[in-house]
């Protein structure tokens, strides 16, 4: 086939992706080979399509796309074609595509040059080295001693740091000591949704972070409300707590009684030898603490 052939085909397939599909996850494809490709390929089979291609290429897909279906969304991922970067066509969930794809990342030595996904760490223990080779590690200013014949790191020893750059030496080391300390694979960036455009972290945003946040902000508003003296859904309920509260505080300095108050009564109404007691008999049996704390509280009023 020869190159032109082979643009015709990617333009009718890219085009064709861009009909069927609504969701498309954009990856970063740095260091990741054609056998990785092909086991994600073939992971995602049925639920999503793997495309990579030169980005003039797609760019030039898309554009011819928009002239057809002008004021279309898919202009949003024109400012995105850069670097290597992998489109993966869905209609399915989001988080499962993604989940089977960080599944089918692999081990990878740490090469000079490269930047840290992580902070590497040296654990102590022995290196399987023989003992002329300490002038190597002294070098590197690795703390070393000689044990059972061979050189054994003594204490553990931070190497790299997570966003800085490999060097040479620690590259040597780690290939030395047999570490690889990073994986290598595709790695979401952003995410195209029915017209929207999301950075991959929206992604790593919970049910339970949802739930925080809403509860946060409930708190916040009932806060409000209830200093502002402006009545809510969220401050309600506690203005109505506090209004019942000091009806009770009321009706246990007056005469005045209410179907409310009528639980409390048989606490007014205790000598204080009697709360002593009810209280001491609710801390014993090991429930009603709340209860048995404002048995205490009543107690030590009457007193």
């Known amino acids: 086939m020869s190159p032109r052939e082979r643009k015709e085909v990617f333009f009718a397939k890219l085009t064709a992706l861009l009909d ?4 498309i996850l954009m990856f970063g494809a740095d260091h990741v080979g054609s056998y990785q490709f092909q086991k994600i390929r073939i992971a995602l089979r049925g639920k999503a399509v793997v495309l990579m291609g030169k980005n003039t290429l797609m760019r ?3 554009t011819t796309y928009l002239e057809k279906n002008p004021g279309h969304s898919f202009e949003s991922l024109l400012p995105y074609l850069k670097g290597n970067v ?3 066509f869905t209609n399915s969930d989001l988080s499962d595509v993604r989940n089977i794809v960080d599944e089918n990342r692999v081990p990878a030595a740490a090469k000079a ?3 840290a996904e992580c902070t590497v760490v040296v654990p102590p223990g022995p290196t399987g080295c023989d003992p002329g080779q300490t002038a190597w590690f002294q070098a590197l200013n690795v703390p070393t001693k000689i044990s059972r014949g061979q050189i054994e790191i003594v204490s553990e020893l931070k190497l790299v740091s997570k966003g800085e750059r490999v060097g ?6 780690l290939q030395k000591l047999d570490i690889r300390p990073f994986t290598y694979g595709l790695k979401l960036r952003d995410v195209y949704d029915n017209g929207s455009i999301f950075s991959a972290a929206v992604m790593d945003i919970t049910e339970g972070d949802l739930k925080a946040k809403f509860s946060n902000a409930c708190r916040r508003i009932a806060s409000i ?4 003296g402006y009545p809510t859904l969220c401050s309600l309920p506690h203005s109505i707590g506090n209004g019942v509260r000091r009806l009770i505080a009321v009706a246990a300095m007056t005469d005045y009684n209410f179907a409310e108050c009528e639980p409390w009564n048989k606490f007014f109404n205790m000598s204080p030898e009697e709360l002593a007691k009810l209280a001491a008999a609710n801390a014993a049996s090991g429930g009603g603490g709340g209860e048995a704390a404002e048995i205490r509280h009543w107690s030590i009023r009457y007193r």
Not at 168 to 173: D, F, G, I, K, N
């Open 20 to 23: 069927e599909y609504t969701k």
């Open 60 to 62: 030039k897909v898309i």
């Open 86 to 88: 992998c489109f993966i």
């Open 225 to 228: 409300g209830l200093a502002a």
């Open 168 to 173: 040479s030496s620690e590259a040597a080391l």
């Open 113 to 115: 040059g490269v930047v």
